[in-house]
C-alpha cells in the first residue's frame, strides 16, 4: 500500500558523509569478486532541532555489481544531493525524490540520503519506520546469501552451520564453471530446503542449456542469470526454464520493474532500496509486485545495522511473501556500528519498533572504522 500517513517535514542544518571500512567476518566471494571489508557510506543528516537521522549508501568499493560505487557516490552526494537538500528551507521525505530529480541515476546515493531525512523526520514525531511503511510484521523469515566457497564440500559445511544457526532459507552464490555441481551438492545433503541461486549477471543466452539443468533441483528461482540490461534475453531465457527467474540487478525503479514483468523477463522480484533510489521506491515495487500477483522478497546489500533495520521493516510489509537475505549482523560482522544489532531467533529477525530505524548508534565503533569524513552545513 502507499505511505498511509506522510512523515513531518525537517530542516537540515548539516548533512555528514562518513566512509567506513568495516571488516567482515569471511570473505564474500560472488561472480563479481571477493570483498573482504565492507567499504560503505554512512550518512548522518541532521536537523535545525538537533535530530539525528541515520542512512547509508549501499555502494561498494568498485563498480561491479552496479555503476555506482563508493567514491563516485561520495562526488555525487557531496557535489550535488546534499547541497540541494541543504538549500531547502523545510523538507518532507516524500519530497526528497523530487529534490534529486534533475540529477539522472546515482540510486544507492540518492537513497542512503532519502533514508537518514526519513529517519531524522520520524525520529522528530516518535513513529516507526516499519510502521511508516506500512509493515505489519512484527519479525521476518531470515534467509542467507552464501557466497562461493573454496569447493562444494566446503560449500556443504558452511551450509550446514547456517542451517544449524536456524536460517529459513539458503542461496548459493554461482557462476560458470562453479554452478551445477555446487547445486547439486547442496541439494543432496539437505533435499528438504528452500534452496536457491544467485548468478550475479555471470551468464549470457548461449548458457540456457547449463542453466535449464539447474531445473532438476527444485529451486524456488535463479537469481540475475544476465546481464543488467538483458531483459528481452531474460525473456526468452525464461521460456526454456522451469525455474523462475527472479530479477535483481536489472529492477533499478519501479517502471523497470513494470516493464520485466509486461516482457515475462520475470516472475519474481528481488526488492532492494539502494539498488532502486531509496525506500518509497522499494515500496511501490513491492506494491506493483502485489498487485500483478508475484512473489517479492528484500534482497541484502551486506548492510550495516542502519541498512539491516531499515530491510528488516521493508521485509516486514504483506506483499513480501518469500524469506529475504535480512541475515542476522553477525553472519558478516563481529562488531555492528548500532548498539543493538539484528539477531537471529528462530530464524527470523526482530522488526525494529523504536523511533525511526529504531537502532541507535554506537558512537565509539562507527568513529574505529570511519575512514573518511565531511560535513556539509546549510
Ligand atoms: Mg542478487
Not at 89 to 111: L, Y
Not at 138 to 156: N, R
Not at 360 to 366: F, H, K, N, P, S
Request: aromatic fraction near 6%; charged fraction near 25%.
Amino acid at each position: 500500500m502507499p505511505i498511509a500517513a506522510p512523515a513531518a517535514s525537517v530542516r537540515l542544518e548539516e548533512i555528514e558523509l562518513r566512509v567506513l571500512h568495516l571488516p567482515l567476518v569471511s570473505p564474500f566471494t560472488t561472480s563479481f569478486g571477493t570483498e573482504t571489508v565492507r567499504e560503505v557510506i554512512v550518512v548522518r543528516a541532521r536537523t535545525t532541532d538537533g535530530v539525528d537521522g541515520w542512512g547509508e549508501i549501499v555502494t561498494q568499493h568498485m563498480p561491479s555489481y552496479s555503476s555506482e560505487y563508493t567514491h563516485g557516490a561520495w562526488d555525487v552526494a557531496t557535489r550535488w544531493l546534499a547541497p540541494a537538500l541543504l538549500a531547502r528551507d523545510a523538507i518532507a521525505p516524500e519530497e526528497v525524490p523530487a529534490v534529486f530529480d534533475p540529477f539522472v541515476g546515482h540510486r544507492m546515493a540518492k537513497g542512503g540520503l532519502e533514508l537518514a531525512v526519513v529517519d531524522a523526520a520520524l525520529r522528530t514525531q516518535s513513529r516507526s519506520f516499519a510502521s511508516y511503511l506500512g509493515a505489519e510484521r512484527t519479525a521476518v523469515p531470515s534467509g542467507v546469501s552464501v557466497g562461493i566457497q573454496a569447493d562444494p564440500v566446503a560449500l556443504v559445511e558452511t551450509v550446514a552451520g547456517y542451517l544449524d544457526e536456524g536460517y529459513v532459507r539458503i542461496k548459493i552464490k554461482i557462476r560458470p564453471g562453479r554452478d551445477l555441481a555446487d547445486t547439486e551438492a547442496v541439494r543432496s545433503a539437505f533435499p528438504g530446503i528452500p534452496l536457491q541461486v544467485d548468478a550475479n549477471s555471470a551468464y549470457t543466452l548461449a548458457d540456457a542449456d547449463t542453466l535449464a539443468q539447474l531445473d532438476r533441483f527444485g529451486l524456488l528461482l535463479i537469481e540475475q542469470p544476465l546481464e543488467e540490461d538483458d531483459i528481452v534475453d531474460h525473456a526468452a531465457l525464461a521460456q526454456r526454464l522451469k525455474t523462475p527467474i527472479c530479477l535483481d540487478e536489472s529492477i533499478t525503479s519501479a517502471k523497470a520493474a513494470r516493464d520485466a514483468l509486461a516482457l515475462g523477463a520475470t516472475t519474481v522480484i528481488n526488492v532492494k532500496a539502494g539498488r532502486v533510489g531509496g525506500y518509497l521506491e522499494a515500496v511501490r515495487i513491492a506494491d506493483l509486485c502485489e498487485a500483478a500477483g508475484i512473489p517479492v522478497w528484500c534482497g541484502g546489500m551486506l548492510e550495516t545495522g542502519i541498512g539491516r533495520a531499515a530491510n528488516a521493516s521493508l521485509a516486514a510489509l504483506p506483499a513480501f511473501t518469500l524469506p529475504g537475505d535480512v541475515s542476522a549482523s553477525d553472519r558478516f560482522y563481529a562488531r555492528d556500528i548500532v548498539t543493538e544489532p539484528a539477531v537471529l531467533r528462530d530464524g527470523h529477525v526482530a522488526v525494529p519498533d523504536g523511533p525511526g530505524l529504531g537502532v541507535e548508534i554506537d558512537a565509539d565503533m562507527l568513529e574505529a572504522v570511519t575512514v573518511e569524513r565531511r560535513t556539509l552545513r546549510r
